[in-house]
């Protein structure tokens, strides 16, 4: 049932079964997870060794469905954890803030077995919005994005940490411009007339919702898209 609901309503595991094939035995690690709420999704799926961390929770989070966040960083994941390895560790729209991205990717893939991969989701520097945009991209974040990367840096970052690039997926949306273009003219994402709070309000047409909508399938298609997943593997 959960699997249908899945499909038919807006909901995060939809993202990431573009990247990856989920199945009921996996065990599963996201890294940097804020509450959890992509982790509670995939426990409904029925899949059960669901693990988070993330340094700025409150406390450590155990949902009812068997998915657990635990307020930990990398580096005390062992007290967690107990030798336990993963078939995915997750980095969803986390790395770019990370000011150690190298050191987290090496050291989180000793927790990944041998035929394991870890899926990074990261806007990508050097896609057509971020050239098109410059610095009114709104994959940017300044100042919360720390690294930005490109397609080249995660190839180098994955060699480094003895690891290939082995799939790729494109998965920009509509919002890569709107937001693109809002941050152009000074429009804050939550003011009163951003697509975000109102589509009535907002500046943006039928006819250029459509345009956008055909410039993200195309660039998604072409893997020119502004956001990707990068699954590396041993």
Excluded at 21 to 41: A, F, N, R, Y
Aim: charged share 25%; proline share 4%.
């Amino acid at each position: 049932i959960a699997k249908f609901l899945a499909t038919a309503r807006p909901c995060p595991v939809n993202h990431l079964s573009n990247h990856i094939q989920l199945h009921q035995d996996m065990s599963i690690l996201e890294v940097g997870c804020g509450t959890g709420e992509l982790l509670h999704e995939i426990a409904d799926l029925g899949i059960r060794k669901v693990v988070g961390i993330g340094p700025f929770v409150p406390e450590n989070i155990a949902y009812r469905n068997g998915a657990k966040v635990y307020k930990s960083g990398i580096q005390e994941l062992v007290n967690y954890v107990n030798g336990e390895k993963f078939d995915l560790i997750m980095f969803n729209h986390s790395l770019e803030h990370s000011p150690t991205p190298f050191d987290d990717v090496k050291n989180i893939s000793r927790c990944l077995k041998k035929d394991g991969e870890i899926l990074i989701r990261t806007p990508v520097s050097g896609s057509e919005v971020s050239n098109t945009y410059g610095k009114y991209w709104w994959g940017l974040d300044a100042p919360r994005h720390i690294y930005l990367f490109s397609k080249k840096s995660i190839s180098l970052l994955a060699g480094r940490c003895d690891m290939s690039v082995k799939r790729t997926h494109y998965d920009g949306t509509i919002d890569d411009f709107l937001a693109s273009e809002q941050h152009k003219v000074g429009i804050p994402l939550l003011a009163e007339n951003s697509y975000v709070v109102s589509k009535r309000l907002s500046a943006f047409s039928v006819d250029k919702i459509k345009e956008y909508e055909t410039k993200t399938t195309r660039q998604n298609e072409q893997g020119t898209a502004a956001m990707a997943g990068f699954i590396l593997g041993f």
